[in-house]
């Protein structure tokens, strides 16, 4: 058993692979970034005559649950759709459904004149379907957006739809359509900092270690960067930092840390014991949404002390 779900996990993270480079040239150019996630329920169906050369004459049908992989992506943008199937065998299924350049999918609607890219102009649908070794050098087509329900960006939750395709200017068409439901889409990131009310200066140096913790509802690597600054009767110093990295888990405020050094500080800076201003700004990239969150702008007044 260890064996065989070794191998579907390999196979699944290669379709992966290949399905997000299959999406990138099929739905060339896409608005915003494509995000794939693995259908809870679903099926793939499809059929076609005698001589219809995608379908090969036969009528197949595939369920989630049932194969390596079939997962759904989508844009940020709302304008495309693709299904990518991955049969027990290995054989990978696409099928990927657009909206004219600069429209969203919409539900109840009929695409009528798709074809695929490079062939199709930015006013056009663009409709490809096709396995491994079964894709068309040309087509046209139609497809129908019966249902469409989305997530936080364009994560799509579930979709039903029909399409039409004729391959290589031939007049049989392979007729199919897709159902699929995908997981409740996962929280978006949220993170936070909060600063430290005292920090340490070492006096022989005139550099300081300041710090604050953390907080976010997933597991994330947030970035902070910021600076610390100091008015004297000489003028002020000023010390910066950047990209100190905070692995942080939900459930409890995680300490950070950080270390001005000499060589971050402006010319002739050297901090002392008292009052001072400390800055701190931090990012995340969400690793479910084709997004990066920030905390905002933390400043606030510290006291350092001697190290």
């Known amino acids: 058993m260890k064996s065989t779900m070794t191998g579907r996990r390999a196979a699944r993270a290669t379709a992966v692979v290949m399905a997000a480079v299959a999406m990138a040239v099929a739905a060339a150019p896409l608005s915003g970034t494509a995000q794939a996630h693995e259908a809870v329920s679903g099926t793939l169906a499809f059929s076609g005559e005698a001589g219809e050369f995608v379908s090969d004459g036969q009528s197949q049908e595939f369920s989630a649950g049932s194969v390596e992989m079939f997962d759904v992506t989508g844009p940020t943008a709302k304008s495309a759709v693709g299904v990518t199937v991955v049969t027990p065998e290995g054989r990978r299924w696409s099928l990927h459904l657009q909206a004219p350049e600069g429209r969203q999918l919409t539900e109840g ?117 910021g600076l610390v600054a100091q008015t004297q009767k000489s003028g002020e110093a000023i010390g910066r930092y950047e990209d100190e990295a905070v692995d942080c888990t939900p459930g409890a405020p995680v300490p950070w840390q950080v270390t001005v050094p000499v060589t971050a500080m402006e010319p002739g800076s050297a901090f002392r014991p008292g009052t001072a201003l400390f800055r701190a700004f931090g990012t995340a990239d969400d690793h479910d949404y084709p997004v990066t969150v920030n905390a905002g702008d933390n400043t606030g007044q510290i006291t350092l002390v001697k190290s």
């Open 109 to 225: 609607t009929t695409y009528t004149g798709a074809s695929r890219w490079p062939y199709a102009g930015p006013e056009d649908p663009k409709l490809e379907f096709g396995a491994d070794d079964r894709w068309c050098n040309t087509s046209t087509g139609s497809f129908t957006i019966s249902h469409i329900s989305y997530g936080p960006y364009g994560y799509i939750r579930e979709l039903d739809a029909t399409f039409e395709q004729y391959c290589n200017g031939s007049t049989l068409p392979a007729r199919g359509e897709v159902h699929a439901r995908t997981a409740e889409p996962p929280a978006e990131l949220a993170i936070g900092l909060g600063l430290n009310p005292e920090g340490k200066v070492d006096t022989k140096t005139g550099q300081v270690t300041v710090g604050g913790t953390a907080t976010c509802n997933k597991p994330a690597r947030i970035s902070v960067s």
